[in-house]
């Protein structure tokens, strides 16, 4: 019970936290502070308000600080402007919607779709490409590709990652369970597990940039490569 507690404050937090508009937590809600289930704390000035600062959840807090940066670095969490989803029904080689709504099996859904019992476990593709508006320097606003997975059922359920148009791999970035963490980028066309009353976020994988190499070595090959392009020229 404690552990489906932890992560369903994890689940609570990260979709809030990665939902378009301004964020709302109430105070102490990042620290594990719990009102004992009251919503009218506004009135009470006791220990069910005030924050006991010697039970901080430490773990948590730094949970909530991690979805913090990703939402402060990535624009694709704070647009400006609201969702177009079109085309719903994507035709081969048009351009990907800026948003798309995943089945199971790593399709778009359809309007029908939703009046199937699907619901509980579903897929959202934000497309970086499709945030619209431009920075204070008049370039436009761009960021990498997204994938968030949220399963609400009390089993496991599998997922299909969406085809190569969205991206060829993608790097898990938070796992509320805890199951991906750490793990290899995975290629489209796979399927991972979403846990019990969890969810996953994946980002597009971008491959790290290479460590510039700045050894004695390679200060002679650059000059070896100089003297041999001035012989040839030569």
């Not at 289930?37 to 010697?54: P, R």
């Not at 290899?184 to 971008?206: C, D, F, N």
Request: hydrophobic share 40%; with cysteine; glycine share 8%.
């Amino acid at each position: 019970m404690l552990a489906l507690r932890a992560r369903q404050q994890r689940n609570f937090l990260a979709t809030l936290l990665l939902s378009q508009g301004v964020p709302m937590i109430a105070h102490g809600d990042e620290l594990g502070r719990t009102q004992q289930g009251n919503n009218n704390v506004y009135c009470q000035d006791s220990e069910l308000s005030w924050i006991d600062w010697d039970k901080v959840d430490q773990p948590l807090l730094e949970f909530v600080a991690a979805v913090n940066r990703l939402r402060s670095e990535h624009p694709i969490f704070r647009r400006r402007r609201f969702f177009d989803g079109r085309p719903v029904r994507r035709g081969e080689g048009e351009a990907l919607p800026d948003i798309a709504w995943l089945t199971q099996d790593g399709t778009p859904m359809e309007p029908e779709d939703w009046d199937s019992p699907i619901g509980r476990f579903i897929g959202v593709f934000l497309n970086g490409r499709g945030i619209g508006g431009r920075d204070d320097r008049g370039q436009p606003i761009t960021d990498e590709n997204f994938l968030i997975y949220f399963n609400a059922d009390d089993v496991a359920v599998d997922f299909v990652l969406p085809s190569k148009d969205y991206s060829r791999k993608w790097d898990e970035v938070i796992d509320t369970a805890g199951e991906y963490a750490d793990s290899e980028p995975i290629a489209a066309g796979r399927k991972i597990a979403v846990q019990a009353k969890s969810m996953v976020v994946l980002r597009a994988h971008t491959p790290p940039p290479e460590e510039p190499d700045h050894s004695v070595a390679a200060s002679l090959a650059v000059l070896a490569d100089e003297k041999g392009a001035r012989k040839d020229h030569a």
